[in-house]
T-cell receptor, first 111, second 112 residues
Framework: GDSVTQMEGPVTLSEEAFLTINCTYTATGYPSLFWYVQYPGEGLQLLLKATKADDKGSNKGFEATYRKETTSFHLEKGSVQVSDSAVYFCALNAGGFKTIFGAGTRLFVKA | DTAVSQTPKYLVTQMGNDKSIKCEQNLGHDTMYWYKQDSKKFLKIMFSYNNKELIINETVPNRFSPKSPDKAHLNLHINSLELGDSAVYFC???????????FGPGTRLLVL
């Protein structure tokens, strides 16, 4: 079945460091891929998405590229801020009735 | 202005009680969901409704019963609450099954 694997956290970085959170997937067909972010005490919200191979999603300085050959959708940001501290979820939908979420990666950014 | 709202935000109750959580969305979406998030932040789909019809019912105990009186509402009723039901419950909605989901703020349930 469809699945999403993302790197375990927590990830701890200093402010202005480079961030990568790895995400790989297994799916039949051509899934849409998402990154959601959950700030403390809040619900998840969409950070970015990509719907076909080689698409790049971007938002708030975060980027992820849909790589079909490596079945990956890694999240990157060039310079993180304390306010980026949150839990990040990679997710996919392959056209079925449900979206598959990864286990989440907690990010701590120190000032 | 709130897109997806849930009530209550916090719910503390005793084992064996029955409780309900309400969810409303004002986005005009056709699909709504209930998720359970455990203490390690793992998110698990429980139910999904499309146009008021149940389309996903994961392996959830039948003590949990969703009800969708109309497309804008999806409520969750839980009978005979157990300690293991303690979690954060999120409602979400989307225009279609493959589209972005919009989440509510969550209901933090603690069963004592």
């Amino acid at each position: 079945g469809d699945s999403v694997t993302q790197m375990e956290g927590p990830v701890t970085l200093s402010e202005e460091a480079f961030l990568t959170i790895n995400c790989t997937y297994t799916a039949t067909g051509y899934p849409s891929l998402f990154w959601y972010v959950q700030y403390p005490g809040e619900g998840l919200q969409l950070l970015l998405k990509a719907t076909k191979a080689d698409d790049k999603g971007s938002n708030k300085g975060f980027e992820a590229t849909y790589r079909k050959e490596t079945t990956s959708f890694h999240l990157e940001k060039g310079s993180v801020q304390v306010s980026d501290s949150a839990v990040y979820f990679c997710a996919l939908n392959a056209g079925g009735f449900k979206t598959i979420f990864g286990a989440g990666t907690r990010l701590f950014v120190k000032a | 202005d709130t897109a997806v709202s849930q009530t209550p935000k916090y719910l503390v109750t005793q084992m064996g009680n029955d409780k309900s959580i309400k969810c409303e969305q004002n986005l005009g979406h056709d699909t709504m969901y209930w998720y359970k998030q455990d203490s390690k932040k793992f998110l698990k789909i429980m139910f999904s409704y499309n146009n008021k019809e149940l389309i996903i019912n994961e392996t959830v105990p039948n003590r949990f019963s969703p009800k969708s009186p109309d497309k804008a509402h999806l409520n969750l009723h839980i009978n005979s609450l157990e300690l293991g039901d303690s979690a954060v419950y999120f409602c979400a909605s989307s225009q279609d099954i493959q589209e972005t989901q919009y989440f509510g703020p969550g209901t933090r349930l603690l069963v004592l």
